[in-house]
């Protein structure tokens, strides 16, 4: 994600640590004292610019959410949309996905988000993708059972290789589309990623998997 450097980005995000968690190892455990309720989790990986969590956050005022991306310059975006529309169930964490087992405890998460992840193209950094195997374990050891993973991406050839490595997690693939646009799902809500691609044609794959352990 190609941005200009946004100088207040670091000190905006340190001003509004009631939302922007900068130690979240400390709140393993305990997202939902954090959040003050007991209502259900959902976290999106790579939340870029936050235009689909902070819609969530308003769509579904009584689950809580949190987005996770490791660059400042696009958190404090998502910030300024979520401080716009005073969201008061969202938490995000600028972090490194590689190390999301240390955020999340046993059965602390019901929903995971995977939104056009990079794709990684080369063969030696498929490890990196965010639906590599290696990454589908760590998110199975906080996922609660019957979880919900949704992940979207316009990359086929990703699209492809993630379907073999969620079916060697053993995650039960429960839905697959080639082109969501086609079917003018009510409950889709776009990223910004998405809105782009969409605009130039390009069809959007999506699937849908169930953690039963
Ligand atoms: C291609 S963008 C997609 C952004 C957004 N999900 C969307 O669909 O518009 C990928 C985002 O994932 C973040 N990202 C990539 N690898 C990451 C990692 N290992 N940990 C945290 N964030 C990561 C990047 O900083 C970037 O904001």
Known sequence: MRLRKKPKALSTLMENQHIVIFRPEDKKGKWMDFFKNTNPLYVELGTGKGKFIVENCLKYPTINFIGIDSKYDVLYMALKKALNKEVKNLALIPFNVENIEDVFDKNEVDRL?????????????????????????????????????????????????????????????????????????????TTEYEMKFMEKGVKINRLKAVYRP
Do not use: G, M
């Not at 080369?122 to 992940?151: C, G, P």
């Not at 991406?153 to 053993?170: G, H, P």
């Open 113 to 189: 988000f995977i939104n056009f992840c990079d794709p990684w193209p080369k063969a030696r950094h498929a490890k990196r993708r965010l639906t590599n195997i290696r990454f589908l374990e760590k998110y199975k050891s906080f996922l609660k059972d019957e979880a919900l993973i949704v992940f979207k991406t316009d990359n086929r050839v990703l699209f492809d290789y993630s379907i073999e490595q969620f079916k060697e997690a053993k995650l039960d693939i429960i839905d697959i589309t080639y082109d969501l646009a086609s079917e003018e799902d009510p409950e889709n809500i």
